[in-house]
């Protein structure tokens, strides 16, 4: 079954400093990957997302994602975090037989500090 | 464009109650999500309509859980009675027709339900 792990349960960063979160995923095949951000009181805000091709995939915010296929991972990284992206960010893989249908990872809460 | 609409924003009701969300999808779009977020959790997929048909419902708790989506527009979410384990925040998305904008799903401010 497809499945999504975010290994990191909460993450504290520099404002300035360069920020990794971590994404696992377990799939059958070519996944579909999103990063999604959610902020406090609010709905979740796509980042980015990967179906084909080039595996650095660029986002808004400045947010980039890596999908490395033999480590099964789709990593977000931004070069220097700012205050407003303390967050919580989900990484999301497509369902094999539903591609509408997102399976989530347990979230990642970013804290940033001046 | 107006984001997806969804009310209340918060609910407090005992267990045994039941309760009502509801929720109003972007202007033309034809799929329509409603999600769990349990705390702590990662959001899942309850049920997901296309116009007003049910393309997915296989994690909607059926004896509890009632969705429906009239007209192709607007959509509620019901649950009779509640119990202290469906306390969670619960999201309604919207995405265009297919074709339009793979996956890209739009999400609303969600409703927080505590169950006492």
């Known amino acids: 079954a497809q499945s999504v792990t975010q290994p990191d349960i909460h993450i504290t960063v520099s404002e300035g400093a360069s920020l990794e979160l971590r994404c696992n995923y377990s799939y059958g095949a070519t996944p579909y990957l999103f990063w999604y951000v959610q902020s406090p009181g609010q709905g979740l805000q796509l980042l980015l997302k990967?179906?084909?091709?080039?595996?650095l995939v660029q986002g808004i915010k400045g947010f980039e994602a890596e999908f490395k296929r033999s480590q099964s991972s789709f990593n977000l990284r931004k070069p220097s975090v700012h205050w407003s992206d303390a967050a919580e960010y989900f990484c999301?893989?497509?369902?094999?037989?539903?591609?509408?249908?997102?399976?989530f990872g347990t979230g990642t809460r970013l804290q940033v500090f001046p | 464009e107006a984001g997806v609409a969804q009310s209340p924003r918060y609910k407090i009701i005992e267990k045994r109650q039941s309760v009502a969300f509801w929720c109003n999808p972007i202007?033309?779009?034809?799929?329509l999500y409603w999600y769990q977020q349990i705390l702590g959790q990662g959001p899942k997929l309850l049920i997901q309509?296309?116009?007003?048909?049910?393309?997915?419902d296989s994690q909607l708790p059926k004896d509890r859980f009632s969705a429906e989506r009239l007209k192709g527009v607007d959509s509620t979410l019901k649950i009779q009675p509640a119990k202290l384990e469906d306390s969670a925040v619960y999201l309604c998305?919207?995405?265009?027709?297919?074709?339009?904008?793979?996956?890209?799903?739009?999400f609303g401010p969600g409703t927080r339900l505590t169950v006492t």
């Open positions: 202007s033309g779009h034809a799929t």
């Open positions: 990967y179906f084909s091709g080039d595996t």
């Open positions: 999301a893989v497509a369902g094999y037989y539903n591609t509408d249908k997102l399976i």
């Open positions: 998305a919207s995405s265009p027709p297919p074709g339009t904008g793979l996956n890209e799903q739009y």
């Open positions: 309509f296309q116009n007003n048909g049910v393309v997915d």
